[in-house]
């Protein structure tokens, strides 16, 4: 187990830094609470929202990769708040970051909202890293070896 999450962990701390970034610009550059319900797949995040966001995802991006490229310092400053570079930035996994914006490999959102009939709501959804086999698939492919 522990093999498997030494493969993983690196890809939850690229996606919860890549998300706080996508929420500030959210609500630097669009107006976006931070009230926005978040969630996590694999490789990545989720955003959900009550109604479907105006904003084109292709620009907002642009606007995380070019933050990303800037390749700032992350570190923890309070309990719910984050330094990137010399700002301050609300977030609640504070320790659960990559060093620097610099370490989020191969960001990219996914080109259109996915509607959520359950729930009623729009998601936007985040992936970071490339394919590779880690976690879960590592698990069924050991279990099997056992038998």
Same mark, same amino acid.
């Given at each position: 187990?522990?093999?498997?999450?030494?493969?993983?962990?690196?890809?939850?701390?690229? /996606?919860?830094?890549?998300?706080?970034?996508?929420? *500030?610009?959210?609500?630097?550059? *669009?107006?976006?609470?931070?009230?926005?319900?978040?969630?996590?797949?694999?490789?990545?995040?989720?955003?959900?929202?009550?109604?479907?966001?105006?904003?084109?995802?292709?620009e907002l991006e /642009?606007?995380?990769?070019?933050?990303?490229?800037?390749?700032? /310092?992350?570190?923890? /400053?309070?309990?719910?708040?984050?330094?990137?570079?010399?700002?301050? *930035?609300?977030?609640? @996994?504070?320790?659960?970051?990559?060093?620097?914006? @610099?370490?989020?490999?191969?960001?990219?959102?996914?080109?259109?909202?996915?509607?959520?009939?359950?729930?009623?709501e729009y998601m936007l959804i985040? +992936?970071? @890293?490339?394919?590779?086999?880690?976690?879960?698939?590592?698990?069924?492919?050991? +279990?099997?070896?056992?038998?």
């Amino acid at each position: 187990v522990k093999s498997i999450v030494d493969k993983t962990i690196k890809f939850r701390l690229m /996606a919860h830094s890549a998300e706080d970034i996508t929420s *500030y610009i959210l609500k630097k550059d *669009y107006n976006y609470k931070s009230s926005i319900l978040h969630s996590d797949v694999k490789h990545g995040f989720v955003m959900n929202f009550s109604e479907l966001p105006s904003f084109a995802i292709e620009e907002l991006e /642009a606007k995380v990769n070019d933050f990303i490229s800037q390749d700032l /310092a992350i570190t923890p /400053a309070a309990e719910d708040t984050i330094h990137i570079g010399d700002t301050p *930035y609300f977030c609640t @996994g504070t320790r659960t970051h990559v060093k620097s914006t @610099g370490l989020i490999e191969h960001f990219r959102l996914l080109k259109d909202f996915k509607f959520n009939p359950i729930t009623q709501e729009y998601m936007l959804i985040g +992936m970071v @890293g490339r394919k590779e086999i880690a976690g879960f698939e590592d698990m069924t492919d050991t +279990m099997a070896f056992l038998d």
